[in-house]
């Protein structure tokens, strides 16, 4: 029942940030300031609305995932996918919470900016949780 309810809320939450993604791939500007490194004022880089539209797809897939391995959706499909996925999933947002050791995650060097203050208090804590729930999610169950 736990792993259920989680997995739910993992999934609502990937959606959502799913739609944020389409969002800003549409041209939306609502929250672009933080989402993105910065060295002296000037983003790392600058994704393009394909790769957020890319982004979008996986994060709505995530959730899929998440949903196929409580059984929610696509019991006509073989098991495996959404088990692999699942684990997959703990695998990509544990790696983000360790981050790339300069511009993002717990191990960052670069301190001080107001991406890097996001991410200490909401992108690497969410990126914690959505691992610990997939964990859950992919330990649970047949």
Do not use: E
Not at 71 to 88: H, K
Not at 100 to 110: I, Y
């Amino acid at each position: 029942m736990m792993a259920r309810v989680v997995g739910i809320v993992a999934a609502a939450v990937l959606l959502g940030l799913g739609a944020l993604h389409v969002y800003w791939a549409g041209g939306g500007r609502w929250g672009t300031d933080v989402t993105v490194p910065t060295r002296d004022g000037n983003r790392v880089f600058v994704p393009s609305s394909v790769a957020t539209l890319m982004v979008a797809m996986l994060l709505c897939a995530a959730s899929l995932v998440i949903l196929g391995r409580l059984g929610l959706w696509g019991q006509w499909l073989p098991r495996w996918p959404f088990v692999a996925g699942a684990w997959t999933l703990v695998v990509v947002f544990g790696a983000r919470v360790v981050g790339d050791l300069r511009w993002f995650g717990l191990f960052k060097r670069t301190t001080g900016t107001q991406f890097s203050w996001w991410d200490t208090w909401l992108y690497i804590p969410l990126s914690g949780l959505l691992a610990m729930a997939a964990l859950l999610v992919a330990s649970s169950g047949p």
